[in-house]
């Protein structure tokens, strides 16, 4: 695991992507290829599933270093990583090991059968997770240790995307960036395949679920003007729910979200589909909730999201549909490379003649010029959508995030006043501050919680805020602070829904702090009468 601990200091150390790329490529040539496998597994957000419970590792971390566990918890609350506690916290030994990435992994899901703490009747050493892991830290240097427990954990982060690594990768083997994109989407793991099958292979067709690469939009920057003659755009809405794409290949469907996730099982209404369109089909579009002519909105689509089973009673209550707006396979031939116009004539044909009530084409919003876009786009919350989609008719389907042939037009937030009433300390190299906070509004005397945000200020503001928490707090709640009510912000948000879980009613869709309204004192706020107008007209 040297090389991958040498690996992970490089990246850490270095925001050009530039020195990122070369690292990876002086890696993978000098690495093996379970090595190789194994580190393209973890920089694709496919890591060895957990084997041991976080709670024993603070608990066996804190005997090992001879603290109390309260003091742990203390110091784990100040570094704001678990892994970096815990290899902080143990004496700071040299590494002893030799054995290579691959093999740690190994040694990792190895734990999940053990007994956890109690010896077995056997005289025979490492026989628990707690001896073993234990062991392990014996052997390993402190940046190791990070390493190894950052991988024991799952909460894996190394700066790197997926894009970057397959770059690398490209430069390394050989093959075409695209087609490496491709070879690793799907529900492929390390565990059952080998460097040679996933990369090297050479025809990776034949995985017949396997999806595209996702197309991504950049949120438009300039004034639409700037994009050029209207004669060359064509304009969708941009519908609020589950971007998927549809695969009908050798009479078998599959449903696959934008996460690389196989989701086939979470909508079964659209098995009918594997009738109604022809092999060799791969649709991209939106999954969203769906009844009588409309959208139903992200928030009954949401009451299906991470569900194991779903039930008749929720396939009633939330019923879905795939709004189609790309086609990327017909015949079983990828059309990727052909312009906008024609994958859409061809998707509008195919569309129609499913005849399936479970897939439209997302029709296309009519304009003579860009001032008719401007009054669509104010009026896109009318049509249940959050703005719009402009693309290129002679754009080509790309991968990953590329400007240029698709932007995306959303709609100005809603947003409202409201005090800052709880705060909590945040995570890595926000660990000391205060930047995770609750908002209230008025209902009559009384403030009531309503939403969290996270981000949207300055850090000069974070530090200004938290400077005020700790200088106003009036109770604590273990980690949570209450602090008097005299800030105000004004939150933005995407959406808003009816909700029973939440005390004010309602929850919003992607809040966050737009301003800081130092000109309005709390009274001023908005109250939960406001947010009930807001909830008639959008909700």
Do not use: C
């Not at 906008?340 to 003649?353: A, N």
């Amino acid at each position: 695991m040297k090389n991958f601990v040498h690996l992970f200091t490089q990246l850490d150390q270095t925001t050009k992507t530039l020195k990122k790329v070369a690292a990876l490529v002086d890696y993978f040539n000098d690495t093996s290829e379970e090595d190789k496998l194994w580190t393209i597994a973890i920089l694709s957000h496919r890591k060895p599933k957990r084997t041991v419970r976080t709670a024993l590792l603070r608990e066996w971390s804190a005997a090992a270093a001879n603290v109390p566990l309260w003091l742990f918890e203390e110091s784990y609350h100040i570094v704001g990583d678990l892994a970096e506690t815990m290899a902080l916290m143990h004496p700071n030994l040299e590494s002893k090991h030799d054995k290579s990435l691959s093999e740690w992994i190994d040694f990792i899901i190895e734990l999940k059968d053990l007994e956890e703490q109690v010896s077995p009747s056997s005289s025979d050493a490492l026989q628990t997770k707690k001896e073993r892991v234990l062991w392990a830290w014996n052997q390993l240097d402190e940046t190791e240790r990070f390493v190894f427990n950052k991988l024991m954990t799952g909460g894996w982060r190394v700066g790197v995307s997926q894009k970057l690594m397959t770059r690398a990768l490209a430069k390394h083997s050989g093959i075409e960036e695209n087609t490496l994109s491709h070879r690793l989407m799907g529900n492929w793991r390390a565990e059952t395949t080998s460097y040679h099958q996933l990369i090297v292979a050479s025809d990776p067709a034949d995985k017949i679920s396997q999806p595209y690469p996702f197309y991504l939009a950049y949120a438009i920057e300039v004034d639409p003007q700037e994009l050029g003659n209207t004669d060359t755009w064509m304009a969708e809405r941009k519908w609020d729910g589950i971007r998927g794409q549809l695969i009908v290949r050798e009479n078998q469907l599959f449903v696959w979200s934008r996460g690389e996730e196989l989701v086939t099982d979470k909508f079964p209404e659209f098995e009918m589909l594997t009738k109604a369109l022809p092999n060799g089909t791969v649709i991209d579009g939106e999954i969203i909730a769906y009844e009588n002519g409309q959208p139903l909105g992200f928030n009954v689509l949401q009451s299906r999201i991470g569900r194991k089973n779903v039930s008749k009673a929720i396939l009633k209550k939330a019923p879905v549909l795939m709004i189609a707006y790309d086609l990327l396979e017909i015949n079983g031939i990828d059309i990727r490379e052909k312009p906008m116009h024609y994958r859409r004539s061809e998707l509008e044909k195919l569309v129609k003649e499913s005849a399936s009530e479970k897939l439209l084409i997302s029709e296309l919003v009519e304009f003579r010029n860009w001032e008719d876009l401007v009054k669509e786009r104010a009026n896109s919350r009318q049509h249940h959508a959050e703005g719009l989609m402009l693309k290129h008719k002679n754009g080509t389907y790309k991968v990953g995030r590329k400007k240029g042939d698709w932007w995306k037009w959303k709609v100005d937030p809603l947003t409202i006043d409201a005090v800052l009433i709880y705060a909590m300390r945040g995570h890595g190299r926000m660990a000391n501050l205060y930047t995770d906070y609750t908002f209230a509004v008025w209902k009559g005397d009384e403030l009531v919680p309503f939403t969290k945000a996270y981000s949207g200020l300055t850090d000069k503001e974070i530090n200004q805020v938290d400077a005020f928490v700790k200088r106003n707090t009036v109770d604590r709640f273990g980690p949570v602070r209450s602090v008097k009510a005299e800030l105000v912000f004004e939150i933005a948000f995407e959406g808003i829904a009816r909700s029973s879980r939440h005390k004010s009613g309602v929850a919003l869709r992607f809040p966050r702090m737009f301003r800081w309204r130092k000109d309005k004192p709390a009274n001023e706020a908005n109250t939960l009468d406001d947010l009930e107008k807001l909830l008639n007209l959008y909700g």
